[in-house]
């Protein structure tokens, strides 16, 4: 099994597609799991069942000092960490662009990406040190990091990113690494709070920004959610990506059909500029 005796580092791990993943790590023998998460309270179930080998730790990981130290902290207090899986995330607001407040596209930005990169950048480094022989590390995209749709540009503009920089970090890691094994995971509809991220707003904001126009897409994103499959089920589709050593890994084969519609779409809409040479 991937997952025995690994030290594994997860983020989002309190609700979605984290705690999916988290649930499935704690019924295959994980040796340790560092669950990190802003969502965590006194009643969080994960707190409640936390034992020697589950660390509950509350941090924002857009907040880079903190997840640097915390970093630091488990470089001296458990043995290896074997593999890190980014799952944090929020949808952000809905709308156009000249609609959406610009605060709430900076916090979508900073959660699902540069929150991406701090744990990129802190942790790697304990990947390297990883007495494992195949450490591992996952960014978890969206079936929106690779299609775009209308009225949540912000969401796509991350998850998009989160892609191309993962792209480039195992191209990076490649030449530093070539042992820490790369994924990046396209969810496409999981059951999670996804539709509900106003819960992460800072206090100043109350509610997610829904533009009039966008209301029956947001009611749309919420409904195939709470329809989608069960965040077990995701995980294990992803784990059993990783045993076979696959990069992009997928819940559904819609994502690569949509996928490959929009690049038919680019390739029948581009015009190619031809250099002409002249004979002098």
């Known amino acids: 099994m991937f997952i025995t005796n690994r030290h594994i580092v997860i983020t989002g791990a309190a609700s979605g597609v984290g705690l999916g993943i988290t649930q499935y790590c704690l019924q295959n023998k994980a040796a340790q799991l560092v669950l990190v998460d802003c969502d965590f309270d006194t009643h969080h179930p994960l707190v409640d069942a936390a034992e020697k080998h589950v660390s509950v730790i509350i941090l924002d990981i857009r907040d880079d000092s903190a997840v640097k130290a915390l970093s630091n902290k488990l470089s001296q207090q458990v043995p290896s960490i074997d593999m890190v899986i980014n799952c944090a995330g929020v949808s952000g607001p809905f709308g156009a662009v000249w609609e959406v407040p610009k605060e709430q596209v900076d916090w979508t930005l900073e959660v699902n990406l540069m929150g991406t990169v701090n744990i990129a950048r802190h942790f790697l480094p304990l990947l390297h040190a990883s ?26 503009m991350a998850k998009h990113a989160i892609v191309a920089f993962t792209e480039a970090l195992k191209q990076d890691c490649q030449l530093s690494d070539p042992s820490i094994q790369l994924a990046i995971f396209f969810p496409y509809f999981v059951k999670s709070n996804l539709a509900n991220s106003d819960r992460h707003l800072a206090k100043y904001q109350k509610h997610l920004y829904i533009a009039s126009g966008a209301k029956d897409f947001f009611q749309a994103i919420g409904t195939a959610t709470d329809k989608g499959i069960d965040p077990i089920e995701a995980a294990k589709i992803l784990f059993d990506g990783l045993d076979n050593k696959a990069f992009y890994i997928f819940t559904d084969e819609k994502t690569l059909q949509e996928f490959k519609q929009r690049s038919d779409y680019i390739f029948e809409n581009s015009n190619v500029a031809t250099l002409i040479k002249h004979d002098h």
């Open 131 to 156: 007495t494992h022989d195949n450490p591992c590390f996952v960014s978890v995209s969206s079936h929106l990091g690779l299609v775009t749709k209308e009225h949540l540009f912000s969401y796509q």
